[in-house]
């Protein structure tokens, strides 16, 4: 079982950028294809955005499409998301997760809070 740590959430206007980071332990990073996930209040934790183990494919929901980047660092067995362009829609408590975004891996981590003001 992996043991999943994200950070990098917070407070910010809508327009700003944020970037969160995902530490993956117990399992060899590099062989899974990961991805960030989202929850907001009252509604089903949701998609966001994947990439293949290499770091080669990625691929978005179309409600971020064009603002957020995902990326990888193998060697320091961390997952990224670069938000950009941020929307109070975008509040929600984000999670990442390995294998495929239909069936996770692993157990959730505690998540990182983003919250956008209008």
């Known amino acids: 079982q992996a043991h999943l740590v994200e950070s990098g959430g917070g407070l910010v206007q809508a327009g700003g950028s944020l970037r969160l980071s995902c530490v993956v332990s117990g399992r060899t990073f590099s062989a899974y294809d990961m991805s960030w996930f989202r929850q907001a209040p009252g509604k089903e934790r949701e998609f966001v955005a994947g990439?293949?183990?290499?770091?080669?494919?990625?691929y978005y929901s179309d409600s971020v499409k064009g603002r957020f980047t995902i990326s990888r660092m193998n060697g320091k067995k961390t997952l990224y998301l670069h938000m950009s362009d941020l929307e109070p829609e975008d509040t929600a408590v984000y999670y990442c997760n390995g294998g495929s975004p239909e069936r996770p891996s692993w157990s959730w981590g505690q998540g990182t809070q983003v919250i956008v003001s209008s």
């Open positions: 990439i293949s183990w290499s770091g080669f494919n990625t």
